[in-house]
């Protein structure tokens, strides 16, 4: 069986060996970064082609798709100008309609002031006796329209009471007075 002797390395050999290793280590990170900017570089370059390529693919499509919406969009324009030459039609016709819809509602409301009027004063005049109920009678005005007043007197004899108060006459005499008024 043999032995090794121990080796003794001295503080050269030890500084030649680490300078060494520094040397062959910094080569190798030298080269393994050249490789990573070569790949880089052939990386960016494949990326920039195939870029450009892409780019100019969706540019040619978008201006042709671009003349087309240019396109569309003057349809577009005509069809609004179009529809808004009817709107204005329409909304002439309309004021035309809302004017002569205002002279129907005047006409209406002066045709039933004179219905009430004539329904009323038949009714009225069918009431005899006291106690019985009247009929309001309302009237038109241009201005405001049909109306009905704000008091009318409910019974005939609130009626008569509004055309002859009494003046100190008794209740015989009174009621005598409207009989003959109602001859």
């Keep these: ?82 529809v808004k030459s009817e709107v204005s039609q329409v909304k002439i016709r309309l004021d035309q309609i809302e004017g002569d819809m205002g002279e129907m509602k005047g006409d209406m409301g002066e045709m039933k002031a004179r219905l009430n009027q004539m329904e009323g004063r038949s009714f009225n005049r069918s009431r005899i006796l006291p106690r019985h109920t009247l009929s309001s009678i309302g009237i038109f005005r241009s201005d405001v329209g049909f109306t009905l007043p704000e008091y009318f007197p409910p019974t005939i004899n609130d009626f008569w009471k509004l055309q002859f108060p009494r003046q100190g006459i008794s209740d015989h005499e009174w009621a005598l007075t409207k009989y003959i008024l109602t001859l």
């Design 1 to 82: 069986m043999s032995r090794t002797q121990p080796a003794y390395v001295t503080e050269e050999t030890y500084q030649y060996h680490r300078a060494r290793q520094d040397t062959d280590i910094r080569g190798e990170f030298g080269r393994q970064a050249s490789l990573i900017e070569q790949g880089n570089n052939q990386l960016r370059i494949d990326l920039t082609t195939t870029f450009n390529d892409k780019l100019s693919n969706v540019n040619g499509t978008l201006s042709g798709r671009v003349g087309e919406l240019s396109h569309e969009v003057q349809q577009l324009k005509s069809e609004v100008s179009q």
